[in-house]
């Protein structure tokens, strides 16, 4: 991932990163867990994943997602990141870590969701610091922070 643009001294590009390293860390621990044989815990950090992504998601689509496919030259990177959300969604809902496959498509989800969070993190966040106004920030960071019932940059539970 990127660390020269800058992007990550925003303080909504920072929750939307720590939220990534929340979840990647919740995939791994599942897999681990699987690897371990442990199915019963790697279906509750599978579906404690599920909740901080459904939260995650909610956040970029309602504000950065929206106002940076407000231009032409990303509407299509965002619709193809929005589509690989639902298609996660989807798969986390049916999942089924008693079934072999599942427990084999599972890993390999974890895998791709590294591969979707660098193109958020070096595609669209170094993006958006030459691409949003102040007006389009504030929009983003509000709806984060309605999503999450906090402002951006606020500690969790204040």
């Known amino acids: 991932m990127c660390h020269y643009c800058g992007c990550r001294d925003i303080p909504l590009i920072k929750e939307f990163i720590a939220e990534h390293e929340a979840v990647t ?19 509750a950090l599978a579906a404690e994943m599920a909740v901080l992504l459904r939260a995650h998601w909610a956040g970029e689509e309602a504000g950065l997602f929206a106002v940076m496919s407000e231009n032409e030259e990303y509407a299509a990177y965002v619709d193809a990141l929005e589509r690989e959300h639902r298609e996660l969604a989807a798969f986390l809902a049916a999942l089924d870590l008693d079934a072999p496959e599942q427990r084999t498509a599972f890993v390999e989800a974890v895998d791709e969701l590294h591969a979707h ?10 993006a958006s610091l030459t691409e949003l106004t102040g007006p389009q920030w504030n929009l983003a960071m509000s709806a984060w922070s309605t999503v999450h019932g906090r402002q951006v940059g606020a500690p969790t539970g204040a």
């Open 117 to 126: 969070i660098a193109k958020e993190e070096d595609g669209l966040f170094p």
């Open 25 to 43: 860390d919740l995939g791994g621990d599942a897999v681990r867990a699987l690897e371990a044989g442990d199915r019963t815990r790697a279906a």
